[in-house]
């Protein structure tokens, strides 16, 4: 009986996990757009017109090793500062994976490139609204209603993970 039940709500759940609507794909953003990585270009603008969500990647093209792109803290950023410890890609197409909330910093490594405005800086957003929370369930009042309610809370964890993991996609 209990397990027909299990069986009856999660046949539902998947149900629900194959119905819901796939998040739209995270975005690429091609740094520069046609431009590219490169020099004489305002990428402040460009950033300004665009919205960073966690997911998301950045790609930065360029000709190697002409260029390069170096990930630092706000501080060296403003002073173009290249640090022993900073992260440099240099592949000519470098992807960036926005996986964390908040600001990111990158500039150009080679020769004087940041000091000529080869830089880029993102605030970078959560990739959802916060998830409402879910109502407690009411007080089980029978063995029976007690193995219901666990059966619920069971479920509704499993469809939560199976939305958490869509998103995650
Ligand atoms: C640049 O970074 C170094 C650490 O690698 C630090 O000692 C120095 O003060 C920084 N310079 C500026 C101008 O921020
Ligand atoms: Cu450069």
């Not at 790609?59 to 706000?74: A, L, N, Q, R």
């Amino acid at each position: 009986m209990a397990s027909k039940q299990v069986l009856a709500v999660a046949a539902a759940a998947v149900a629900l996990a194959v119905l819901l609507p796939a998040r739209a794909a995270a975005t690429e953003h091609m740094v520069g757009d046609s431009n590219g990585w490169a020099l004489e270009f305002d990428y402040a603008t460009w950033a300004a017109a665009r919205q960073f969500m966690v997911g998301d990647t950045l790609v930065f093209k360029y000709k190697s090793p002409d260029h390069t792109v170096v990930e630092v803290g706000g501080a060296d950023f403003a002073a173009c500062n290249k640090t022993a410890n900073a992260k440099e890609w240099s592949s000519g197409e470098d992807r960036v994976a926005l996986d964390k909330e908040g600001r990111r910093w990158f500039f150009c490594g080679v020769g004087n490139h940041c000091l000529r405005n080869m830089k880029l800086k993102i605030a970078v957003l959560a990739a959802g609204a916060p998830a409402p929370e879910a109502p407690p369930p009411p007080p089980p009042s029978s063995p029976a209603g007690k193995v219901q309610a666990r059966v619920a809370h069971a479920v509704a964890a499993a469809v939560t993970a199976a939305a958490a993991a869509m998103l995650a996609l």
